[in-house]
RNA sequence: GACGCAGAACAGGUGAUCGCGGCUGUCGCAAGACAGGUGAGGAAAGUCCGGGCUUCGCAGGGCAGGAUGCCGGAUAACGUCCGGUGGAGGUGACUCCCAGGCCAGUGCAACAGAAAAUUACCGCUUCGGCCACCGGCCGGAGUAAGGGUGAAAAGGUGGUGUAAGAGACCACCGGCCGUAUGGUAACAUGCGGGCCGUGUAAACCCCAUCCGAAGCAAGACCAAGCAGAAGGGUUAAGGUCUGCCCGACCGUCCUUCAGGUGGGUCGCUUGAUGCGGCCGGUAACGGUCGCACUAGAUAGAUGAUCACCCCGGAGCGCAAGCUCUUAGACAUAACCCGGCUUAUCGUUCUGCCGAACAC
RNA sequence: AGGGCUAUAGCCAAAUGGUAAGGCAGCGGAUUCUGAUUCCGUCAUUUGGAGGUUCGAGUCCUCCUAGCCCUG
């Protein structure tokens, strides 16, 4: 990925969640925050009670996948936190990509 | 043939496009770019055992504690595996079993029952006395066959015997003791004696064997960075060995508050390794020869889309086949091995069984 | 990685291997003109699941399944 990297400390997600605006479908809730840099910061978040092991992995996958191919369309600048709720155990890839344009169309950081 | 029993292997495949982590090569001061090749499992899982490896005051002894528990073997070791013995199940192939010791000691056995371990309620027999028509009552002695209770009642069944009875005696069965034979042993079989305090050790416990502790966030090194203060103990207290004692070593240690870092390299994958042949062994396994190198991430790499084949399901059809649908089960390495346990849609192969079913 | 705890009626929970206490709630009844209070009665067929030991397991043993906690 081109413009984008991840977020990895604990503490970070932390300022995300505090200071963040947030929106939620069915199967996701996702934290924007400007980082004041040029470059975007992409988390994943799946907790225990989504599935096991590999459901964890399936979800994060699917999700890092939409954002990689739809990267180009989004504002540059920001920290986003993707949350997994368990419903999105069982959702197929188109699934995921609707989920995720709503939720972006929500936050207005979708570029037109 | 189907069903069944045992064992083994596999765990969708091929192609195209986009994408990810190591490795190698080329280019580049570097960041990185390009190319090639490589990249999860039978359980990677649960973390229930065992070992390697590393560190610790690396020495040592005892108690406590824990684990194992028929016999023999395999192994680095094991609670695992293999072969036997005994018991249980099945027609059978075969499968299952924490299977030492209540004649060392202590404890427990509710309710019922006379009695739950040195028992006698209803009974049976006899002797004496009294009332006296058959017979009954009281007392003494013998006895444990029968009844009833219970999960379990002091060997069982049948007979001899007797006043009535009793392993008192006899036959068979069971158990115990001794002995002989076979077997490395567990044990089996035979002979003789002879009938003896029930069950529970997944109750405490006894006996035999084994166990130092912690864990790759172990541990080693490099770089960067900071600031100390207060209180307490101080020759018997403390020092990462879970507890206690002895012994030996060190010379400051502990608590609270405050401050700094939270980066990198190694450990990190060549190993009790895998595959194949031959030899030894009933087997587990061992020896030897040849070939192979097959993930090493560090918030953690394998995914997505499309097409075809295969498999499963549904419909049509005598059948061949066609159409539609679904992308499959369980489950993601984190220092590494040997096991165990649990989850699992299915497919294939090998050997075996013969009660019932079909031909 | 290492270690510990819990699971019993809708809720809170007790029980030495021997009849699954008790309270709240619910339901039915009594008392009252009606309601509250009070009193009486009722409510576990699977003690989280599977197997074993035992004459007999909520309890003892083994293996699982959930949930929670501690240390680094």
């Not at 419903?87 to 197929?92: E, I, K, V």
């Given at each position: 990925m081109i413009f984008t990297e991840s977020l990895r400390k604990n503490q970070q997600f932390q300022i995300c969640y505090k200071n963040g605006k947030s929106y939620g479908s069915k199967l996701f809730v996702m934290y924007v925050l400007e980082n004041g840099t040029d470059r975007n910061r992409i988390g994943i978040s799946v907790s225990k009670k989504v599935g096991n092991s590999i459901v964890r992995h399936r979800v994060k996958r699917l999700v890092l996948e939409n954002y990689r191919l739809q990267e180009k369309m989004f504002n540059s600048g920001l920290d986003i936190v993707v949350i997994a709720r368990p419903?999105?155990?069982?959702?197929?890839f188109v699934e995921v990509e609707r989920a995720l344009m709503f939720l972006g169309n929500g936050l207005n950081i979708i570029k037109k």
């Open positions: 419903g999105a155990a069982t959702a197929s």
